[in-house]
């Protein structure tokens, strides 16, 4: 390996294979670059932690040459793409296996036979499925190397789940597919697990929390049965049948009436439940108020609250990990590269041209890689860039994605130019929004006119005229906008492009309906044409007109943000909703092992009457149940039909049917499956759902109050789980880094035998003794030696004798007391010194003060974090605005603060006038760098060194 130093606060290795070589000998002033040949491997190590750093992936794998390459190769899109292809092939086989769900219909009384597929024909899928998931984990043992591969829990748990889904699957072959249960089926969603990170910190974050909630549950369990026995003792049997409905139907036994509160606690049979007792007597509505109000309206959103809460901290320490192995891998690239770069500076730095370099190699997103470098190129004249200019470059990744639009283009006829303007103007998309509602509006005319008329009976014509003006119309404006736009800046607006694409397919079916019916006359016959006839045509056409009206999304700002939620929501929270999809698949092939076939119809069912069916065993007509209401399509007899009874039963309506059934059919045990899914997937992962959807749209609520509409069309938010927290979360600091790079095992290498002899370690045998000394030089080192030699060589005092007290009085000079101050008159300011010029530097002092306190001010900083930093900042030198006062004399003031008091400011004025302002009773306002922050002075009665020790509460606005 060639020869290249660094200083002693430097890092001493980069990263290496137990097959590499280290670049780095130590030498007393500059760095020395290794030979070229190694430029290359160095470019490549550089690259893929740079990669690293971008996905949150972290950099302990191996990194001589072949194995880069295979790394880059796995990690690629399209090797992404294949592998979570097969994960879906996987878990879609439940469709096809038996009980198979390919047939129209689910309802076991018009089911035909589904077609079952023939031994072998899925288990070859599954196998090679199999195959490639060996494949995959051979792949990932390689990389990460034996060492963390024993260390790793998830891939040890990989393994073991091949191996026990091969045997279940050898074992399912030598029974010709004939066995009753496939236990490798309810492991599969694992592999959907292993394969996302955000997956995997996300169960973590879950397991975590199920012991905090846990109290909760105690609390809801002890509720219910405090009220169960309460109602059965309000509602025991009587002598009377008449006054015995409440019992006969919901409290006749423990199980029915903890069953009847449980369904209640849902709202799912209210008021139902309740109505039997309360038509006999209206105070019995107390008791089912009460169990409400503290179970539904309390307990339930209580355990909402805390499961998010505490999921939520969770899930800031897993999302803190990930932005500690950003920094390391953006620290670990820079280590590699100021190799590169650092012969032209004295300091640690990298060479500008070697980092453009680097980044026209990284795989990522175009705009981002032209956004660094445009960063990097501003050190151009430098030539390097040193470890935190480094670091800053990378927090282009943070930011939002601002579209730019192409430049209009250029007519040189005058009126030309005038048509464009006109056409351009925002007036035409208002316009055309008032024609889609129109539209609209005049085809929901007609279906209101036309609603008890049959097919036959409706006159399509005038229908089909009006669309065809509005549709003429729609033309025009898409014609237009390409001339005032350009063809490339039409198709650079996504409305544009959805609105154009809706009208030429609308201009296409109604020439397809010219071209079949010739004359547009209004007795046409449409049953003597085409495949469709003209109501089936005109139908469609509405259908996309009404369709095409969502073009109004993107100019109303709060239905914008809405609309672009529900799209994040699709690209960044997979993690979450894939959760709750590993959840229906474990439920769903439990519920088939359970409950397939259990409940059958009555065979010529439709011949039956209602008092031959209550003769069937478990058969029951009564009002409400499973078998009255019709929902025999909701059964366990197929993969498909098995998930669509645990949606309904997540949506909680009627979900008492299905438990009232199954328990009926099989038995009383069969409850606990439908409670424990309840609590799973409607407590705790739709609650939790939802809350994240409120947490993203604050998100970017809070990102866009400022903005206006043209921006939030041009601004693509970041809202990945990382930058939605990354307000709360902490930059991790150079301890940190160092710790992790000991945790990740950043330096895994073979030594040179010079570095060896240098540090003293041995490379193979011994590898944890280098990365102690490369920790030890990596730390500051002191400069004085006879410093060191002290804490190094110190003697201990065995020893021990009584200190001497000191009888001399210390004479400690004292301050002046407040009314000598004012009698000195120490905070008066003389005539001459009221002059605003001279506190002008102040002014600006103040505001270096406050950006540096606010963390640079950026525009997308949260408005409260903002908030609660100028609250606890001194004011002295910041120019605040009356904005409202109960004196009107002082609405208007503006100037700086050159002395504050516990109860009042002192402003000098640009008129250079001293003015006394009271905090109390008064309202002023503070800008900085466009940010507005208005402050409520009968508040803010503290003196500034009080006030930054205060925790400041949110309260409502003050009367003036």
Known sequence: ???????????????????????????????????????????????????????????????????????????????????????????????????????????????????????GFTESFEMLCLLIFCLDLAVKSYLIGWEEFRKNKWLIAYTAVIVFSVIDWVLSVSMVCDERLRVRRLLRPFFL????????????????????????????????????????LLFAKSE???????????????????????????????????????????GYSVFFVSFSVIGTYCLMNLLTAIIYNQFRGYLLMSVQTSIIRRRLGIRAAFQILSCQGAERAAEEGVAVDVMLNVMSRVQMKSYYRAAITKEVQQYADVGYMDREQFRKIFDELDKDRIKEHPPLPGYNSPVLQRLQNVFSHYYL?????????????????????????????????????????FILYYLFEMCVKIFAFGWKGYLSYRNNIFDGFLTILLLLLQITIYVT??????????????????????????????????????????????????????????????????????????????????????????????????????????????????????????????IMLLYDVMIVNNWQAFMDAYSRYTTEWSKIYFVSWWLTSSVMWVNLFVALILENFIYKWDRSHSCSVTDVERIRYETSVQLMFREQIQEPTEEELISASRTEALVRATIPQDLEKLL???????????????????????????????????????????????????????????????????????????????????????????????????????????????????????????????CPSYVGTTGIIVQEFKHVFKIITREDKLKVIPKRNSVFSVEINGFVSHIYGSKFEQRASERSAKKFKVRGTIDL
Not at 194 to 207: A, D, G, W
Not at 519 to 537: A, K
Not at 614 to 622: A, G, H, L
Request: hydrophobic share 40%.
């Open 429 to 469: 998309t208002i316009l055309g929004n008032a024609v889609a509602l129109a539209n609209v509006v005049s085809i929901c005319t007609v279906l209101v006119l036309n609603s008890d008329k049959s097919t036959a009976e409706r006159d399509n014509y005038i229908m089909e005229i009006i669309n065809m003006c």
């Open 760 to 886: 003293g370690v041995e490379s193979r045998p011994h590898p944890k003794a280098f990365t102690d000394a490369f920790l030890k030089n990596s730390l500051p080192q002191t400069t004085r030696c006879d410093v060191k030699n002290l804490l190094t060589y110190k003697a201990l005092i065995l020893g021990y004798s009584r200190p001497k007290k000191d009888k001399r009085k210390s004479k400690k000079p004292k301050g002046l007391n407040a009314r000598q101050k004012r009698a000195m008159k120490v905070f008066q300011l003389k005539p001459e010194h009221q002059r605003y010029e001279l506190f002008l530097p102040l002014h600006d002092l103040w505001r270096q003060y406050v950006m540096d306190l606010c963390s640079g001010l950026k525009p997308t900083s949260n408005p409260q974090f903002v908030q609660q930093k100028l609250l606890k900042a001194d004011f002295h030198g910041a120019i605040v605005t009356v904005v409202r006062s109960k």
């Open 193 to 232: 697990l292993q394969n996302s990170s955000l997956m995997k910190k996300t169960l973590k974050c879950i397991k975590r929390t199920l012991p905090e909630i846990a109290s909760v549950i105690l609390l809801l369990a002890l509720h219910l049965c405090l009220f169960t026995m309460i109602g059965m």
């Open 517 to 642: 019916y010739r004359l547009p006359y209004s007795q046409w016959d449409p049953s003597s044409h085409g495949v469709m006839s003209l109501w089936e045509m005109v139908r469609l056409i509405n259908m996309l007109i009404v369709f095409r009206f969502l073009r109004i999304i993107p100019d109303i700002k709060l239905m914008a943000l809405v609309a672009s939620t529900l799209l994040d929501l699709l690209k960044n929270l997979r993690a979450f909703a894939g959760i709750l999809m590993v959840v229906f698949y474990v439920f769903a092939v439990i519920g088939i092992w359970l409950f397939e076939g259990a409940i059958k119809p009555p065979p010529n069912m439709s011949g039956l009457s209602n008092s031959s069916m209550e003769n069937i065993s478990n058969f029951s007509m009564e009002c409400g149940t499973y078998e009255q209401l019709g929902y025999w399509p909701n059964n366990f007899d197929d993969f498909g039909a098995s």
């Open 1 to 119: 390996s060639g020869p290249s130093g660094s200083k002693s606060n430097q890092f001493l290795g980069q990263q290496y294979s137990r097959n590499s070589s280290c670049c780095l000998l130590q030498s007393e002033d500059v760095l020395s670059c290794s030979p070229s040949g190694d430029e290359e491997l160095y470019l490549q190590q550089a690259v893929v932690f740079i990669e690293d750093a971008i996905q949150y992936r972290s950099i302990n794998h191996r990194v001589d040459a072949r194995s880069l390459r295979l790394y880059r190769w796995y990690y690629s899109r399209i090797c992404q793409w294949f592998l979570g292809l097969t994960i879906a092939v996987l878990l879609l086989l439940a469709f096809v296996e038996q009980p198979s769900s390919l047939s129209i219909s689910s309802d076991p009384r018009f089911r035909s036979p589904a077609w079952q597929p023939p031994c």
């Open 240 to 282: 009377d049948p008449k006054r015995n409905g409440e019992w006969e139907l919901h409290f006749k036994d423990f199980s029915s009436s903890l069953t009847s509160l449980l369904v209640l606690l849902t709202t799912a049979n209210n008021p139902d439940v309740m109505i039997p007792a309360y038509s006999l007597n209206r």
